[in-house]
């Protein structure tokens, strides 16, 4: 393992433990205020978390850019090391940007398909329980979860996925492409084969467990599934 490794473990786990340990909360009045580490981030079990969730609630879109345009930018730093041995990729800032514009749309994305299974389901049209979240019980969480990660994913996974592509290709060429040269650029097998594999097989059960978390937690849970994902193809790729 070069130190290079070492490095970006460390950072890994320097994440996961910022965000079990966050020292930030909500005050009374509206504000943030720090909370000392030691003296009270184990004062009660989870506290950090739900310190964390009660941060998110109160700065949705801002939370996002910051969970998915960090976690899904390693991940972009992980597949580079994974291909090329180097943890350095071109661009690599103009990518942090698009992901952290994902990271705000997924904040509304998730809460508009959470909402609509559940309205729909209210008049009898799904299976889905149009319960709040808290009122639950362990299975309705789960048909509730799968339903929404369903219609999500079928709706909303593959042009996101496509557009996505669309700003790597404009950002290697320094330029906003047209679609004939997007397509050109773009090999069929990975429009039309690889995206949807990776929906069915991938986002659909991935992200159940993603909507069976509470609202909070969602758009985070998404970001380090994206990162898991890209660690999956980077082994499976190395392989054959």
């Not at 966050?22 to 005050?27: A, Q």
């Not at 184990?42 to 941060?55: D, N, P, Y």
């Not at 690889?194 to 758009?219: D, Q, S, Y």
Request: proline share 5%; net charge positive.
């Amino acid at each position: 393992m070069k130190r290079s490794d070492v490095v970006a473990l460390l950072f890994f786990l320097a994440i996961c433990l910022f965000v079990f340990l966050f020292p930030w909360e909500m005050s009374e009045s509206g504000g943030i205020r720090w909370t000392p580490v030691f003296g009270g981030c184990f004062s009660g079990e989870l506290a950090g978390l739900h310190r964390f969730g009660g941060v998110v609630q109160a700065y949705p879109y801002f939370t996002g850019f910051l969970k998915v345009g960090i976690l899904a930018t390693f991940g972009e730093l992980l597949k580079a090391r994974m291909k090329t041995g180097r943890w350095r990729t071109p661009d690599l800032f103009p990518r942090f940007l698009v992901w952290g514009f994902y990271g705000m749309l997924f904040t509304i994305v998730f809460a508009l398909f959470a909402a609509g299974v559940q309205a729909v389901s209210r008049q009898g049209l799904w299976f889905a329980s149009s319960k709040p979240y808290s009122e639950m019980g362990f299975w309705e969480n789960v048909r509730t979860g799968f339903s929404i990660s369903l219609w999500c994913n079928l709706i909303f996974c593959y042009p996101m996925m496509l557009a996505h592509e669309w700003f790597n290709v404009s950002i290697a060429a320094r330029r906003p492409v047209g679609g004939t040269a997007f397509f050109a650029a773009l090999p069929a097998q990975v429009w039309g084969s690889f995206l949807p594999k990776t929906i069915v097989w991938f986002w659909i059960p991935a992200h159940t467990i993603t909507f069976c978390l509470p609202p909070e937690f969602r758009v985070l849970m998404s970001a380090f599934l994206s990162l898991a994902l890209g660690f999956l193809l980077s082994i499976h790729a190395a392989r054959k």
